[in-house]
């Protein structure tokens, strides 16, 4: 009897491990949006310049092709 209540507080503290390692993912997860969403400016316009100034027109972006006509 007491050999099955070891096993089952194992389990109940993998579980709780488990639950604890996932809320911190979450978190860390949810972290690493908020941070993205706040610099998107700063990060996706240095991009924008360079595609920009090497291919001399305005609506230009760093993902259209070079070389074709889009329309």
């Known amino acids: 009897m007491r050999a099955l209540l070891g096993l089952i507080a194992a389990t ?3 579980v709780a491990f488990i639950i604890v390692v996932l809320a911190a993912l979450s978190g860390l997860a949810v972290v690493i949006g908020v941070l993205a969403y ?5 990060w996706t316009k240095p991009a924008y310049r360079w595609a920009r100034a090497t291919s001399g027109r305005w609506n230009v972006t760093p ?3 070079t070389g074709k006509t889009v329309s």
Do not use: E, F, S
């Open 12 to 14: 109940m503290a993998l």
């Open 63 to 65: 993902w259209t092709p």
């Open 38 to 42: 706040l610099k998107r400016d700063q």
